[in-house]
């Protein structure tokens, strides 16, 4: 088993900070300092280099991290394999999970809900993080699981289906664009507002115009705003058309705060799928979250 002292330590060489590590794990620094000092006296050896505000790992603190990263498997996989052997053996399990927005957002926090009252001893963290940023939280360990927007064939990484959303072409009840039908050729003269870069909305709508031989820069985008929420209020009350996730535009086009606008000939798709790191395919937790989650989403459908 993993001690206590060896997962602060854990947690600090993975964000290399007792600040940031202090707030993650709700102790105080020292506490954190304290338990970290008490490892390097065990192993009669520093594990952090400090240079000013910033630390970085010693020789001997690499090995010991990614040495625990292979305990941390391995205890997984013992933990799975004992739950089977006694149906009285019931280890809390945690998970930390990274989303996309509207993920995080709109489809996630119901079915979370039912998980949990089913798996009583799981206790889980969501991270809300554009798809860019949540593959390299998984690579690095900041993450157990993730949810993103298509398929990057990363060799260390196993993508599992999850869903299919659609991303649509919406404007302020207000804006005059509500009165017409518009073409692809429309684009080239109507104010856009988008999403930042990285954003898995943004990467599959650039792909369904590219398809459409139509270049995304070429159109006349005036404003990139960072999030769903920050893209979906600004719409409200600008001319602009923005694209948006269907999913985190139903009450607004249910309520009339906002206008679907079909382009004749554009169809726009995202497909969602869980990422995992190569090698914890098979880990209980994770298996069992995936399976729930499908189920659960395709009766919520």
Do not use: W
């Not at 064939?153 to 017409?180: E, G, H, M, Q, W």
């Amino acid at each position: 088993m993993l001690s206590h002292k060896h997962l602060i330590f854990m947690e600090v060489a993975r964000v290399l900070s007792f600040t940031k590590a202090s707030e993650a794990l709700f102790i105080s620094q020292s506490a954190v300092s304290k338990q970290v000092k008490g490892l390097e006296e065990f192993y009669k050896t520093g594990l952090f280099e400090r240079s000013g505000n910033s630390i970085s790992l010693t020789a001997a603190g690499k090995q010991l991290y990614q040495k625990l990263l292979v305990a941390k498997q391995l205890q997984q996989e013992l933990h799975q394999e004992l739950s089977e052997l006694s149906e009285l053996f019931s280890p809390q399990v945690s998970m930390v999970i990274g989303a996309s927005t509207t993920i995080s957002l709109y489809i996630l926090p119901p079915v979370l809900s039912a998980f949990l009252q089913q798996n009583p001893n799981a206790q889980l963290t969501l991270k809300n993080r554009n798809s860019e940023n949540i593959v390299k939280a998984l690579l690095d360990h900041e993450i157990d699981l993730g949810i993103v927007e298509g398929v990057n064939k990363l060799s260390n990484v196993t993508y599992t289906p999850f869903l299919t959303d659609d991303v649509i072409a919406v404007c302020s009840s207000r804006n005059p664009l509500k009165k017409r039908q518009l073409e692809l050729k429309d684009l080239y003269q109507i104010p856009l507002a988008l999403r930042e870069p990285g954003s898995g909305t943004l990467a599959v709508l650039a792909e369904a115009l590219e398809k459409k031989k139509v270049k995304l820069l070429d159109l006349p985008i005036k404003i990139r705003l960072g999030g769903t929420e920050a893209l979906k209020n600004f719409v409200r009350v600008d001319t602009c058309l923005a694209f948006l996730p269907r999913q985190a535009v139903l009450k607004e086009l249910q309520s009339g705060e906002l206008i679907e606008l079909p382009i004749e000939g554009l169809t726009v798709k995202r497909n969602f799928n869980f990422i995992q790191r190569k090698g914890t395919e098979n880990n209980a937790p994770y298996r069992g979250f995936i399976q729930f989650m499908k189920r659960r989403y395709s009766k919520e459908e």
